[in-house]
């Protein structure tokens, strides 16, 4: 930006002046110093009492005789001779107001309309902050003071209209109002011990700016085009909409006051979304900086008065948005020990109130928390849009949009888009880091990626829950599912409106669950699978917070919700001992009730279900253990597919006749013995595998049931 850093022009050994400016000074500086000492009208001993004082050094600093024997002995008179005299020299020889950074101020209030009168004012604030001497110089003279009469010391030292000078540091003064300089002291009474500007601002002020522009960076900047289109936010189309001719209307109108919340988990597209909104309302956006030019992080307090910067500078315009990300550092949250988290609504509450009630440029907050935000600022947010992970169809968008075609398998991206967890910014940044490895593709692209998710979750306390395959589409039968209705006529009717509750209820390992993956696939919908342990929260409110975000993700994404052991949520409320156990079962069958997608619900535990969850569920399917006949059909496929030795016909009926009298038998025993016998890495023969069905079902402890032939 055409910057440097200002250098004092007066080399002064021994001077103590910080900020690491090696002693130097500028005109102005030892003209306003030489003015203070003269009001003073102390003599040398007493000037020398005040802290950083060295009085040898000071008469080198201003110029002034150099005198034999001990500057202390000198009187009062003729130290004021003495200052008469230099302050006549200086003032015939100008007073430097175009040196830095009387020029970098004069830049800055010219820029924003402000009058000469402020722009002394605030160059005066600068140099106290900047120099302790001067500081300390001007506390010893001017004192504990109230507003008048620190006017009046301020117009005599900076030589301005002592009314011009009080309306700079008037309470509803812009240069006060925007936080630049701040009257310390003033509390809520009306002594003020002295002046500061906000933090940082000195060290911008020590540069040198080709203009204006480039001076008003260090506080906020035009936002960069959107990278992003509402087609990437389908699950926020409509609201998109709105928000857009709000902000429009806005701006049309000049409205004042104008603020909307952005809130929702880091990685969601907040940003994009905020400069995709001031895009489609037809304005440009100027973001307030979240870091200085050295990238360092800037203070709450600081971004508050770069935001307020901001709004003067455009308080006429029609045709801007102003963007406050990470609003937690102007709303920040406070840790009450092992009690959670308390509000704070911060020292100055009703001057926040008043900023948000009276901000000339509509306003767009981004935060990823709002529960620290105290309720008196939030009601006057005009709009709350909560920007929740986007549903599953936009995950695999953004997939398919940063993974090239082909390069790894639909049924892998299908997995990774299925993770609620993983954001548009994951998926960014693992294709960055695999595009910068080389490109793999294939199973070691997937495989590159897949570490990368995980890493990147574990670093925030999640994980990358991929959903396991529940059925194989190749091999998948209803005929092996034992149901009280006709499971292929049902999954037809429910094709062509999908709609309504389901129960499916049973002992394990009948197929409940799998039928419902079955579902999703033949309708050729998305699939929101949870179970218990995704939903139960340990916190008070949270399993009714995981309910409702439960059927939310499924409404978002149009998808079919299956939920398995419902009886943990449905549980009859008679028997209920805690508050909460009644409410958990109060919000699922609210939930239920307002649900317009097709809900499914498995539970082993059918009993224990709370008698009005029975007229919530349009349909109730039981599904029991194996028929032998489709126990015989089911072995038979097994030898086929796992490639076992075809017994001989005799020997077949015998293992028929045995399978057959195995009365607890269940797909889900099937399953479970193929995957022992790959644990193992064996191959069993037909009579193994019939003896580790016989086994799965001895550890059922249930009583077998008789049966005839098969």
């Known amino acids: 930006m055409g910057r440097r850093a200002w250098k004092r022009p007066f080399p002064m050994p021994g001077w103590d002046g910080p900020g690491g400016r090696e002693g130097k000074c500028w005109d102005i500086e030892r ?134 000078v009080g309306a700079a540091i008037a309470r509803g003064a812009p240069l006060v109002k925007m936080r630049v300089i701040r009257l310390v002291g003033d509390g809520h009474g009306e002594r003020v011990e002295f002046m500061d500007v906000m933090d940082g601002f000195e060290n911008v002020l020590l540069q040198e700016y080709p203009d204006a522009d480039a001076l008003l960076d260090n506080f906020f900047r035009r936002s960069p085009e959107p990278k992003l289109s509402a087609d990437d936010f389908p699950h926020l189309r409509e609201k998109i909409e709105l928000l857009a001719r709000f902000l429009g209307s806005a701006l049309r109108e000049g409205s004042k006051g104008i603020n909307v919340m952005l809130y929702g988990p880091p990685g969601t ?23 200085d030019s050295d990238d360092d992080g800037i203070s709450g307090s600081r971004r508050f008065s770069s935001f307020q910067l901001c709004q003067r500078l455009l308080e006429r315009s029609r045709d801007a948005v102003v963007l406050f990300d990470e609003c937690e550092d102007v709303f920040p949250c406070e840790e009450f020990g092992l009690f959670g988290i308390r509000r704070r609504s911060g020292s100055e509450k009703g001057f926040t109130n008043r900023l948000l009630e009276e901000n000339p440029v509509p306003a767009i907050w981004i935060s990823n928390a709002v529960g620290q935000i105290d309720p008196a600022f939030m009601r006057r947010f005009d709009v709350h849009l909560e920007v929740k992970p986007p549903p599953r169809s936009v995950r695999r968008r953004v997939i398919d949009k940063y993974v090239a075609a082909g390069a790894a398998g639909e049924a892998w991206k299908d997995r990774i888009a299925s993770c609620e967890e993983v954001t548009p910014a994951d998926i960014e940044s693992a294709s960055r880091v695999v595009r910068m490895l080389g490109r793999p593709e294939g199973a070691s692209l997937e495989h590159t990626l897949e570490g990368v998710l995980k890493d990147r979750l574990l670093a925030r306390g999640e994980r990358l829950a991929l959903p396991v395959q529940h059925i194989d589409p190749a091999t998948y039968d209803l005929s092996y599912l034992n149901a009280d209705c006709d499971l292929e006529r049902l999954a037809e009717s429910l094709g062509r409106n999908p709609r309504g509750s389901m129960l499916l209820y049973g002992p394990p390992g009948t197929g409940k669950t799998a039928f419902g993956h079955y579902l999703a696939e033949q309708f050729k919908k998305p699939l929101v699978f949870k179970r218990a342990s995704e939903i139960l929260s340990m916190w008070l ?66 009993d224990n279900l709370d008698q009005a969850s029975f007229r919530r569920f349009s349909v109730k399917v039981r599904f029991d253990y194996m028929k032998p006949e489709q126990s015989c059909k089911m072995f038979r496929n097994e030898v086929e597919v796992f490639g076992l030795a075809t017994p001989a016909p005799e020997e077949m009926s015998r293992l028929l006749r045995e399978i057959s009298s195995l009365a607890t038998l269940t797909p889900g025993d099937f399953a479970t013995v193929r995957r022992k016998a790959r644990m193992l890495a064996v191959k069993p023969d037909p009579r193994a595998f019939l003896e580790m069905l016989e086994f799965e079902c001895r550890a059922k402890r249930e009583p077998a049931r008789k049966t005839v032939g098969f």
């Open 269 to 291: 597209g907040k940003t994009e979304l905020a400069r995709l909104l001031s895009r489609a309302a037809g304005a440009g956006m100027y973001e307030v900086r979240v870091t």
């Open 541 to 606: 409110g949270g399993t009714e917070r995981n309910i409702a975000k439960m059927f939310a993700e499924a409404r978002d994404d149009d998808a079919v919700l299956l939920l398995d052991e419902a009886d943990s949520f449905l549980q009859d409320r008679r028997c209920a001992q805690r508050p909460w156990e009644v409410t958990q079962v109060n919000e699922m069958l609210t939930q239920m009730e307002e649900f317009s997608g097709l809900f499914v619900c498995s539970t082993n535990l059918i």
């Open 31 to 164: 003209l306003w110093l030489a003015r203070m000492l003269h009001m003073s009208g102390r003599s040398p001993a007493e000037i020398n009492r005040v802290p950083s004082v060295h009085i040898p050094d000071l008469f080198l600093f201003l110029g002034l005789p150099q005198v034999k024997g001990d500057p202390d002995e000198i009187s009062a008179d003729a130290f004021m001779r003495m200052i008469e005299d230099r302050l006549s020299e200086m003032e015939k020889r100008g007073a430097g107001r175009e040196e830095p950074p009387a020029s970098s101020v004069r830049m800055f209030c010219g820029r924003l309309a402000l009058s000469e009168a402020e722009a002394e004012v605030l160059l005066f604030a600068v140099l106290c902050k900047i120099d302790t001497v001067f500081k300390e110089v001007a506390g010893h003279v001017a004192g504990g003071a109230s507003r008048s009469r620190l006017s009046r010391f301020l117009s005599r030292v900076i030589g301005r209209d002592p009314a011009r």
